[in-house]
């Protein structure tokens, strides 16, 4: 059975339709599938408005002619632009079975991009560049056929500086990783999914699902709910504000343990433990801990960090731990590691790692190897990586997001989810996002972070 968040490259993908040729399947029956599910959408958003369908020399092209005849068929007044002649055989048949004539420019209501897909080799010329932004610019919905043109599938870069922004993006068959990544996410407005029978690909990337998350048992009490550790340091606020978050992550227990001497404003419902470094985390009890919120980047912090790590108990790194982490205060570790770098963190992690790749998406998969690790990359486009297990990434959230603080709070709450379940790291980390998204809409717009954590306690209704 085909799943509906599996992603796939464009080589998968290739592979995946060649399996359906060797069978029953023709590229036009596939083409016609995916066009049939396309005007479906586009009839609908539509709804008896004119109809411009830009069509380009491949399949994606050939997917606009079966469109633009289903739509006529349905009384629709279509027009088709076609600046290049097809040249796969089933684009020819779609073009030749549309039989209408086609247009060089056209202005009005819908316009559907049907120029490029997953073949898009190279950048767009600047006579085709014009066109596209053109076309966009002369109607009022704007509609792209399983991707914008002009963006790389596998990557989501985009070829060319300036492409239009879409109203709703039809993936066809399965999601591109282009779908779910920066640049390209941003060009794509909603996003559907059109099924053509593509079975499930072993070791496909996916797209994180809504979970659902149990409350306590009946028997439940704080200590099997789960004991996190919050490691204080140089700048107190960060953990508390991280401790904060983990109580609404479900952890029964949450504390903060610190070495250092500074005042901490410590709400009354979060334990204090302050000890020598050395004392750090001397409770067989504890079931996770989270280090690098305000740590500091000093050799005191650096200290503390190994000794941390030494323990070998489920650990969350983030912020400042994070330019302090060297390969060798990972070894000998067997407990479970999550780190959770945002774009210059992880930079600076791959470094200290030797990690290098092509692209964002490669570098993460590779980081995760290196680290032996769960890396949490998080952003606009968070991707989630572990060895062994296929790539997730996770739907976008508030872009309100981006503010002080909530690396914090998503800190927190995934040591939190941590300690409730450490056999399980991929999912903490996954559900850490889901609860922290939901807060964000509960207390969006212009939220702070403090407010962001307290608005997790009814984010929890969205997963019960
Ligand atoms: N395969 C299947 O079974 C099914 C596929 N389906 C559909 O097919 C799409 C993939 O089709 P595709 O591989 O033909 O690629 P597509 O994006 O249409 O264009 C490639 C053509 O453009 C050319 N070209 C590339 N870049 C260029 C540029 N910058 N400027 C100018 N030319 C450029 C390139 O030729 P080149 O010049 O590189 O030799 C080639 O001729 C996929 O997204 C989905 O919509 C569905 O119908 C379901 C069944
Ligand atoms: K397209």
Aim: proline share 7%; net charge negative.
């Amino acid at each position: 059975m085909p799943r509906p968040d599996q992603i796939l490259t464009v080589a998968q993908m290739r592979a995946a339709e060649q399996a359906l040729i060797d069978g029953e399947e023709t590229v036009s029956s596939l083409m016609e599938r995916a066009g049939a599910g396309a005007a479906d959408y586009i009839w609908r958003l539509s709804a008896g408005r004119p109809v411009t369908v830009l069509c380009g020399p491949g399949n994606n092209g050939g997917d606009g002619y079966v469109i633009a005849r289903i739509l006529r068929e349905r009384g629709v007044a279509v027009q088709v632009v076609a600046p290049l002649e097809p040249r796969t055989a089933a684009a020819r048949a779609a073009r030749a079975s549309w039989g209408g004539e086609t247009v060089a420019h056209s202005a009005g209501e819908v316009f559907v991009d049907c120029l490029f897909g997953s073949g898009l080799a190279r950048s767009l010329d600047p006579a085709l560049e014009r066109l596209l932004n053109d076309l966009a610019g002369a109607h009022r919905l704007r509609i792209a056929v399983d991707l914008p043109s002009g963006v790389d599938a596998d990557s989501g870069a985009c070829l060319n500086a300036d492409l239009p922004v879409f109203d709703l993006t039809i993936a066809l068959g399965a999601w591109k990783p282009a779908h779910w990544q920066m640049p390209a996410m941003e060009l794509m407005g909603a996003r559907r999914l059109v099924d053509i029978g593509i079975a499930q690909v072993a070791d496909a990337m996916r797209v994180s699902t809504r979970p659902h998350l149990a409350g306590p048992p009946m028997g439940a009490h704080k200590y099997s709910r789960g004991l996190l550790s919050v490691v204080g340091g140089a700048m107190p606020g960060a953990a508390v504000l991280a401790a904060r978050a983990a109580q609404g992550g479900g952890a029964g227990y949450v504390r903060i343990e610190t070495s250092g001497r500074e005042g901490l404003p410590v709400p009354p419902d979060i334990v204090l433990r302050r000890v020598p470094t050395e004392e750090l985390l001397h409770d067989r009890w504890i079931d996770a801990v989270l280090i690098g919120p305000g740590l500091g980047r000093g050799s005191e912090a650096q200290a503390i960090l190994a000794a941390v790590l030494e323990r070998d108990i489920p650990t969350v790194c983030d912020a400042d731990a994070l330019h302090l982490l060297e390969p060798p205060m990972l070894q000998g570790r067997t407990a479970a590691l999550i780190v959770t770098p945002h774009e210059g963190e992880r930079e600076a992690l791959s470094e200290a790692f030797g990690v290098v790749g092509d692209a964002r998406i490669e570098e993460v998969v590779e980081l995760a190897e290196a680290l032996s690790a769960v890396v949490l990359a998080k952003g606009p486009d968070t991707l989630i990586a572990a060895p062994g297990t296929p790539l997730t990434f996770m739907p976008p959230a508030s872009s309100w997001l981006s503010t002080a603080g909530t690396g914090d709070v998503l800190a927190g709450l995934v040591a939190s989810r941590l300690a409730a379940s450490a056999d399980d790291p991929v999912r903490a980390a996954e559900e850490a996002c889901w609860l922290h998204a939901e807060a964000a809409r509960l207390a969006g717009p212009a939220f702070s972070a403090g407010l962001l954590a307290a608005h997790l306690p009814q984010a929890w209704r969205a997963f019960l």
